[in-house]
Nanobody
Framework: EVQLVESGGGLVQAGGSLRLSCAAS????????IGWFRQAPGKEREAVSC????????YYVKSVKGRFTISSDNAKNTVYLQMNSLKPEDTGVYYC????????????????WGQGTQVTVSS
């Protein structure tokens, strides 16, 4: 059974930091690109950051560039999203997802999804 389990969300003040973790099981981790997506209240889900299957390419949505960093620890089957200088507009449910494609920021590339973790940034 494939499982992606997100953790690390919470409530933080603007300017603060959080580190999200996505622990994967049931898949060959290094054969999957991993993406972080978020859904803000009343908005569509969007790709925030992705890391390629070979772990040599990353993607960031423009609004988080310079503030968020995605990284992977293949030995732990875990991908992290370090989020710094958080803003209220970063609030939402953050999902991690796994894809057999080499890289991509489109939801349809991702076949496995976690349950999500809530991030709330207060002003």
């Amino acid at each position: 059974e494939v499982q992606l389990v997100e953790s690390g969300g919470g409530l933080v003040q603007a300017g603060g930091s959080l580190r999200l973790s996505c622990a994967a099981s049931g898949i060959t981790f290094e054969n999957h690109a991993i993406g972080w997506f978020r859904q803000a209240p009343g908005k569509e889900r969007e790709a925030v950051s992705c890391i390629s299957r070979d772990r040599d390419e990353t993607y960031y949505v423009k609004s988080v560039k310079g503030r968020f960093t995605i990284s992977s620890d293949n030995a732990k089957n875990t991908v992290y999203l370090q989020m710094n200088s958080l803003k209220p507009e970063d609030t939402g449910v953050y999902y991690c997802a796994a894809s057999t494609f080499s890289m991509g920021n489109l939801e349809e590339f991702y076949g496995y999804w976690g349950q999500g973790t809530q991030v709330t940034v207060s002003s």
